[in-house]
């Protein structure tokens, strides 16, 4: 088992998406979400009178309720991730940082300009065990790591980059 005191931490990744996307995947959500928020806001706004989403949620308090509805369309896209965080990757390029939880939200939208539609989907790492910092790295390692024959725990080391942060912390 790991012997590591140290602190115990989640990372918090923030995938924003818009029309500028350029992997598949987020292409893809970005239709998918754009399309469900169409059909859901017709919940709150029957007359179509507004056509950006702030002014919706302004007008209609209970439409912050759309971030949840519209969330179903991007269920089956974080499956496909097999829980892993997509785009940060560990120094030697491999993606490594298992994730179980994610929150979406919608950032902005409109009904008559495609173009301003983002979303943003935040992965939510499993503990990790925090071992050492090195400048903008993290050492890290599951904190059930186990040791190899030899005594040796594996570890990986993750910069820290925009939208990439240690959201919880759980002292030794």
């Not at 115990?8 to 987020?26: E, F, G």
Request: hydrophobic share 35%.
């Amino acid at each position: 088992m790991n012997e590591t005191k140290g602190p115990a931490i989640k990372l918090c990744y923030r995938k924003i998406i818009t029309n500028t996307s350029q992997d598949d995947w987020a292409k893809l959500v970005w239709e998918s979400t754009y399309t469900e928020l169409q059909l859901q806001k017709q919940l709150y706004d029957q007359q179509d009178k507004y056509n950006r989403f702030a002014d919706l949620l302004h007008h209609y308090p209970a439409a912050e309720k759309l971030h949840y509805l519209v969330s179903t369309a991007v269920t089956g896209y974080v499956k496909q991730l097999s829980g892993i965080v997509p785009d940060i990757t560990d120094v030697l390029g491999k993606r490594v940082i298992p994730f179980s939880q994610y929150r979406f939200e919608i950032i902005n939208s409109s009904s008559i300009n495609k173009n301003e539609h983002s979303v943003a989907i935040s992965f939510y790492s499993e503990p990790l065990q925090l071992h050492q910092v090195i400048g903008d790295h993290l050492v890290v390692s599951p904190v059930d790591g186990v040791t190899d024959e030899y005594g040796y725990l594996a570890v990986f080391t993750i910069r820290l980059q925009p939208f990439l942060s240690i959201a919880y912390l759980k002292p030794a």
